[in-house]
Every structure is written in structure tokens, then in C-alpha cells.
């Protein structure tokens, strides 16, 4: 499997190319912005994206999707059912707030807890983490069966929890997901924020400080 996270928009978004190795197929994770440089950086590692998942609304997660999706109509645009909603309302997307420009688009495919998205040998398992958004999910990869990574989205921060000050954002439900979902992973499995770097299930664990005193 391999992972190659850029860093675009204003806010500076981690949007993750997931690839299986051997293979052309990816996911595109999160396109918050800068729809050329993820389709130059697609092209020029010969990729082809199957999907484009939104681990949840936000505008900075979600800015190049209708770009890519024109760009790569067969990729299916990929969200919570509970986060669908926003890719139409520019409000709901924050879009206003941060001043990020808005496209509405429309999602292919809804998610819900427990589906898979198959890609090359990867198999891609949606939890649903709610707390900063209602629809908020986490993607799981598994490799040979076993967790091998999880893209958090704004859910889990190397060191931090995502903001729950936002419409429809729940403090107790955030850290829950995180409790009860993400650090029921092994200690060894790499996790891929949404903001800032890579770090894993067992560093969070032992050390993030929003989940110590939780
Ligand atoms: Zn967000």
C-alpha cells in the first residue's frame, strides 16, 4: 500500500492518495483544494482514481471535488450520508466562514458504518466517527485482513482532537469515537489526519492530551 498526502487550500488540508501496490487504481481522500496539483501528482504517478472519499463536509476537505470529479468522471464521490447534505449548502460547508469558494456536487455513492470500498488487494472500511461533523467517518485499511492504516479526517490530530465548536460538532461524541473506535485498533496501526502529520493508534494512546484526562 502506499500513501502520498498533499498539503492544499488555504488551510493547508492533508489530501491522501491511496494506492495499492502493483496497481493503477486509488483513492483520492479528501480533495480540500487545489484540484490541478492532485490531478498533476495522479497523472504523473500514472494513478487512477476509483474513488473520491470525503471523510467528512468541511469545505477544506472538500473544495476540488467537482474539478476532479469532471476531471475523472468514472471516480465515485464517496460520503456519510449524514455529511451529503453539505456538499449542496455552501453554510454547512464552512465554505462562507473560511472564504473558500464553493462548488456544489453531487455525492455517487452514500456511506454508512461497516461498508467497504474495495481497491486493488486493500479492502477500505468506513467507521463513522461523529463529533466534529454529524457524518464524520474514518477510513480503516486493511491489508491481508489485518489494519494496516486509518484516515481520520478532522476526528484525530498527531497531539490534538478536531474542533467541536462548529454546527452539528458534539465534544463527549468526538472523544467517544475516538475511544471506542480508534484506539480499539492495534497500538501499530498508522493513522493519516486530515491536518498535520502522520502518527499512529499506540503514540495517540499513550500520549495525545485531549484523550488523557477524557
Ligand atoms: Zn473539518
Excluded at 106 to 121: F, H, I, K, S, Y
Excluded at 160 to 172: C, K, L, V
Excluded at 186 to 201: D, K, L, N, Q
Aim: glycine content about 10%; some cysteine; overall charge negative.
Amino acid at each position: 500500500m502506499r500513501v502520498f498526502t498533499l498539503n492544499v487550500g488555504p488551510l493547508q488540508a492533508c489530501c491522501h492518495l491511496l494506492a495499492p501496490d502493483g496497481a493503477p487504481d486509488a483513492a483520492v481522500i479528501d480533495p480540500g483544494g487545489d484540484a490541478e496539483l492532485i490531478a498533476e501528482q495522479l497523472r504523473y504517478r500514472k494513478l487512477a482514481p476509483r474513488y473520491i472519499i470525503l471523510t467528512h463536509g468541511h469545505i477544506d476537505h472538500t473544495e476540488a471535488v467537482a474539478a476532479l470529479k469532471r476531471a475523472y468522471p468514472e471516480a465515485l464521490v464517496c460520503v456519510h450520508e449524514a455529511d451529503a447534505p453539505m456538499l449542496r449548502d455552501k453554510g454547512a460547508a464552512l465554505a462562507s466562514w473560511i472564504g473558500i469558494p464553493f462548488e456544489p456536487c453531487e455525492p455517487d455513492r452514500l456511506l454508512a458504518d461497516g461498508d467497504t470500498l474495495e481497491l486493488g488487494a486493500e479492502t477500505i472500511e468506513v467507521m463513522h466517527t461523529p463529533g466534529h461533523t454529524p457524518g464524520g467517518i474514518a477510513l480503516l485499511v486493511r491489508h491481508a485482513g489485518e489494519p494496516a492504516a486509518i484516515f481520520s479526517g478532522d476526528t484525530l490530530f498527531a497531539g490534538g482532537i478536531g474542533r467541536t465548536d462548529f454546527p452539528g460538532g458534539r465534544y463527549q461524541q468526538l472523544i467517544e469515537s475516538i475511544r471506542t473506535r480508534l484506539f480499539a485498533l492495534p497500538e501499530a496501526t498508522r493513522v493519516y489526519p486530515g491536518h498535520g502529520e502522520p502518527t499512529t493508534v499506540g503514540e495517540e494512546r499513550r500520549t495525545n492530551p485531549f484523550l488523557l484526562s477524557a
